[in-house]
């Protein structure tokens, strides 16, 4: 007899992995362990019991002339046996015949299902053994699920889990107040760090390329490893393929045993053709177990039912129950597997799981990944690694002259940063759930901060600095409610920008809480895809002096608004998906800088109404699809700089150099052939780029406007360069580059202040000036 111990090695694993087998797979594996001993004692009989017993059945034939048996019965007739001898049907059959009947019938007549029942049943029990132990076998989940155990047994044995717990209990009452309000933001990812677990990053994805700075050996040197579950839902997937698959099994079986169990008959016919050998061709058997098969079989189908229905309820669990909350980080109401983004991942479900083995693991594990004690470490290691002479060391000074400082993908906030008083602009760059403290207040000279991608919490005091204190703020986010609630209470605030993408439904229907307690706005930059301009622009319309709006592609239609803005002097609406200018622009009188970039602007015709924004300076209309420049240009006469780079003109409107007053022309990018002698009117002018375009030939009326410094002309058709190039002796940068020059002018050197470095040209062309003109150019 084969013993079950013999089958141990498919169904045993690490003591330590009872904790992840919940009361369902506890109860599938002694189900388990039942059908195999129904399979062990089907195959033990099989193999020590005689498996059929036949006799030969007599069949009356009339027209026989010979019959062994009628023959015998004859003898039997005339010859009465004496007394001592056994009565019976003599079939004149020795003992090998008889195991000879026997194995030809077992083969033959014996149906398939009544054969081989035990192995059957011994097969599909060690699968379903083998399915339910598959992801302690499996090295990618078993790995995971070893780390995770040891993990678990090292916080329970560390001497911090009792201070973390008496931290919790001794948290003051705000520290209370905040962790319910925010109960379970904690994310999931941790680390064993000398016995003490720590947490490193938040569950969500985050890019491969982005690198986080690893800190150096401190107080909390990491000794033990990480846990490596956060990403992924391998665990999960490989639990519910295994069970799905042990529910299509018991569905096959369920079926073929119920269908076949009838074929298990005690008496069966036989009909072999081998009467040559023994003389009969009919015989009538016995199967010796097929009524104890016929019981172990529908107790087989009892076990399987069983067992089927408690996989049907762990895939219920799975998919459709709702699960408890641990360490998540938004806070969310219980609700089904499916609906939580990240319940999904390794670390959180298998959280799941051992609860269901005992609540008390949950539980703790949950108290020790606590806001309270979570906090506490990560403070204890940060303030260990970035010291105050540390943080000094990595200030910079930013765009706007101001002393920043700059922190990416960490932890929290180290308490070290509020001794870097002279710190003018904080930037915070993914960096979940941290909270600003009142310690903020220290830095006096604070005045710019940054928010890019970054979940806070702020304290009232800490509030009612910025607010008082704030003068630029940065935020991007990937949803509107991530917008700090505070920031529309910054009062002296007057830079805002925000930058983010929405979904197509949210771009149509954002709305911005009111910006009316920001007194001080006067620069609004909004990056995003609106549909419209958000209405709570117009509650700082009276103060606001620029907005710049960068629509991503969107078109942006109702512009009405913007006639309210009646203060704005400079103006940005770049990849609107523009098609005109816009008439509310031509409301804003005080207007005196615009900027329409990368939009689909083919004609401007009404620029003519532009003549009535007199304060107007600087219009660019670059990346468009212009293809011609009206007449009308010639009213805006108190234009200085002119962007009409990156689009499709060929013609110059001789009326465009009758604004006189331009200093900056840019017509790079272009289709123009010919530039018009007026160009000369141009007196101020002190940049002209024709970069790329098809220019033949320089009117000699270009070399009248002397401040030019700035002349690029590369990229075109040119093939003479005029020696009158000597009159702009103000010029220090010059682009020739890509034309069809043989050789440069020697009165080059009579631009004093052009240098090498500011010829831009190919080397053969610049080997072809004089010698003392090529050590001019080259000496500093």
């Keep these: 007899m084969i013993p079950v111990t013999e089958f141990r090695q498919f169904s045993e694993q690490q003591p330590a992995f009872r904790v992840l087998k919940p009361w369902w797979d506890v109860f599938t594996d002694y189900l388990s362990v039942a059908m195999l001993m129904i399979g062990v004692f089907g195959c033990t009989l099989q193999v020590m019991q005689d498996k059929i017993i036949c006799l030969p059945k007599r069949i009356s034939m009339p027209n026989a002339t010979s019959d062994p048996v009628s023959d015998s019965h004859l003898s039997a007739t005339i010859h009465p046996p004496p007394a001592n001898e056994m009565k019976g049907l003599k079939t004149n059959l020795d003992l090998q015949q ?107 994805s985050i890019p491969d390329k982005l690198v986080v700075d690893k800190p150096s050996a401190g107080a909390l040197d990491k000794k033990e490893g990480e846990l490596h579950v956060e990403e992924g839902d391998l665990l999960y997937s490989m639990y519910v393929r295994q069970t799905v698959l042990k529910v299509l099994k018991f569905l096959i079986i369920i079926v073929y045993n119920s269908a076949l169990v009838s074929k298990v008959q005690f008496t069966v016919s036989c009909n072999v053709d081998i009467q040559d050998m023994t003389g009969y061709k009919n015989f009538s058997c016995n199967h010796t177990m097929a009524h104890l098969f016929s019981k172990l079989s529908f107790c087989y189908l009892c076990f399987v039912s069983v067992y089927g229905l408690t996989c049907l309820y762990t895939l219920y669990w799975l998919f459709y129950r709702s699960l408890k909350e641990y360490s998540f980080e938004y806070v969310r109401q219980e609700t089904g597997i499916d609906d939580i983004p990240d319940v999904k991942n390794d670390f959180a479900f298998m959280l799941h799981m051992i609860d269901q083995y005992d609540p008390l693991y949950s539980k703790r594990f949950a108290v020790f990944l606590s806001e309270v004690s979570e906090n506490k470490l990560k403070q204890l290691n940060l303030n260990n690694e970035w010291t105050a002479d540390k943080l000094r060391q990595r200030l910079q000074t930013n765009s706007s002259n101001r002393l920043e400082l700059q922190f990416f993908m960490l932890s929290g906030l180290p ?38 991608q970054c979940s806070l919490k702020i304290h009232s005091a800490a509030a009612s600095f910025l ?32 930058i983010g993408s929405l979904s197509p439904d949210a771009s149509k229907n954002i709305t911005l809480d009111s910006l009316r307690e920001l007194k001080s706005l006067k620069t609004l930059y909004l990056k995003s895809n609106f549909t419209k301009i958000p209405q709570s622009i117009v509650d700082v319309a009276s103060h606001l002096q620029k907005l710049y709006i960068h629509n991503d592609g969107t078109k942006l239609v109702m512009l009405n608004n913007l006639k309210k803005i009646a203060n704005l002097t400079d103006l940005e609406l ?22 329409l970039k990368e939009n689909n602007i083919k004609s401007i015709e009404e620029i003519v109404s532009f003549q009535h924004l007199r304060k107007l300076t600087c219009l660019k209309l670059w990346y468009n699809s212009i293809t011609y420049i009206p007449e009308h240009i010639k009213k805006l006469v108190g234009l200085e700089r002119l962007y009409f780079s990156h689009n499709k003109i060929e013609v110059l409107p001789s009326h465009l150099f009758l604004c006189n007053k331009l200093r900056y022309l840019d017509l790079s990018y272009n289709d123009i052939r010919f530039i018009p002698p007026e160009i000369g009117v141009l007196q101020s002018l002190q940049y002209f780029s024709v970069t790329c375009n098809k220019v033949e030939s320089l009117p000699d009326e270009l070399y009248f406007c002397k401040k030019l410094k700035t002349l690029k002309l590369g990229k075109n058709t040119l093939s003479v360069l005029s020696p009158k190039i000597a009159y702009l002796n103000l010029l220090t940068h010059l682009d020739l580059k890509g034309n069809h020059f043989e050789s440069l002018p020697a009165e080059l050197g009579c631009c004093r202040v052009l240098k090498k470095s500011g010829l831009i040209v190919e080397d053969i062309l610049f080997e072809t000036l004089p010698s003392e003109v090529r050590e001019q150019m080259i000496a500093e």
């Design 98 to 204: 008889y195991s000879f009947i026997n194995q030809m019938c077992y083969e033959r007549a014996l149906h398939w299902y009544a054969k081989y029942f035990p192995y059957l049943v011994l097969i599909h029990t060690l699968v379903f053994m083998l399915c339910s132990n598959f992801w302690f076998k499996f090295p990618g989940s078993s790995s995971k699920i070893e780390h995770f155990i040891s993990i678990l047994g090292k916080c329970f044995d560390s001497p911090w889990t009792t201070r973390a717990l008496s931290e919790v209990s001794g948290e003051n009452p705000e520290e209370k107040d905040n962790k319910k309000n925010n109960l379970n933001k904690s994310s999931l990812n941790v680390s064993v760090i000398e016995g003490n677990l720590v947490k490193t990053q938040s569950l969500k």
């Design 415 to 452: 308490d070290t940063i509020f001794e870097i008083t002279e710190l003018q602009s904080l930037r915070l760059e993914i960096i979940n759930n941290v909270t600003i403290p009142a310690a903020i207040a220290q830095l006096e000279n604070l005045q710019e901060l940054s928010l890019y």
């Design 467 to 498: 607010k008082e204190n704030l003068k630029v703020l940065r935020v991007k986010f990937d949803d509107s409610r991530e917008l700090p609630p505070w920031l529309y209470t910054l009062r002296n605030l007057e830079e805002l920008n925000l």
């Design 574 to 595: 770049v990849h609107c998906d523009l098609e005109r200018i816009p008439h509310a622009i031509f409301s804003l009188i005080n207007l005196q800088e615009l900027d």
